[in-house]
Antibody
Framework: QVQLVQSGGEVKKPGASVKVSCKAS????????FSWVRQAPGQGLEWMGW????????QYSQRLQGRVAITTDTSASTAFLELRSLRSDDTAVYYC??????????????WGQGTLVTVSS | DIQMTQSPSSLSASIGDRVTITCQAS??????LNWYQQKPGKAPKLLIY???NLQTGVPSGFSGSGSGRDFTFTISSLQPEDIGTYYC?????????FGPGTKVEIK
């Protein structure tokens, strides 16, 4: 079955960077895109950006532009989220989710299990 | 950015009750609207896509309707396993945006 498995939780200091991975299985990686969505404690869902599994094209939330980078390693069927210059309000659970098509628009299914990133001095 | 609002923000209903959640977009999004269920400590799960389509494997007691700016999500008969938070999400324009969520509890 289609499955997304994310890397484990991270604790980072303000100003540092974090890189979270999302390994896909059960389907042809290049046929679909990935989005990253985060959820601060007790809060709602925020879309961060998207990458094509086919050619690596990306789209980012303007709120995070300049601090976020989404990449893929197609040989490993893995997507990555890197967030730089971390602040305390970046503390959140970060989810990867497969898009419904190769394009950036659509629905998310399935989702990874989530990765808690804690930013604290 | 397209703003999504949901009402109510929370509700408490009895087992077997019909539950309705509304979602409104700040502009016309046609049928580019999805619904997710999130249980505590878990990732969201897709229930409805393109406003009205039930995702494969999702119980038929869930349904969606609407187009343009106004959408409705319905649980026909509330069950204990339906507790959680429900989010709408638009994909008409970037950035993709979610509603603030509706928390559903059992009375």
């Amino acid at each position: 079955q289609v499955q997304l498995v994310q890397s484990g939780g991270e604790v980072k200091k303000p100003g540092a960077s974090v890189k979270v991975s999302c390994k896909a299985s059960g389907y042809t990686f290049r046929k679909y895109g990935f989005s990253w969505v985060r959820q601060a404690p007790g809060q709602g869902l925020e879309w961060m950006g998207w990458i094509s599994g086919y050619n690596g094209n990306t789209q980012y939330s303007q709120r995070l532009q300049g601090r976020v980078a989404i990449t893929t390693d197609t040989s490993a069927s893995t997507a990555f989220l890197e967030l730089r210059s971390l602040r305390s309000d970046d503390t959140a659970v970060y989810y990867c989710a497969r898009d419904s098509s190769g394009g950036v628009s659509g629905w998310f299914d399935p989702w990874g299990q989530g990765t808690l990133v804690t930013v604290s001095s | 950015d397209i703003q999504m609002t949901q009402s109510p923000s929370s509700l408490s209903a009895s087992i077997g009750d019909r539950v309705t959640i509304t979602c409104q977009a700040s502009q016309d999004i046609s049928d580019h609207l999805n619904w997710y269920q999130q249980k505590p400590g878990k990732a969201p799960k897709l229930l409805i896509y393109d406003a009205i389509n039930l995702q494969t494997g999702v119980p038929s007691g869930f349904s969606g309707s609407g187009s343009g700016r106004d959408f409705t999500f319905t649980i026909s008969s509330l069950q204990p396993e339906d507790i959680g938070t429900y989010y709408c999400q638009q994909y008409a324009n970037l950035p993709l945006t979610f509603g603030p969520g509706t928390k559903v509890e059992i009375k």
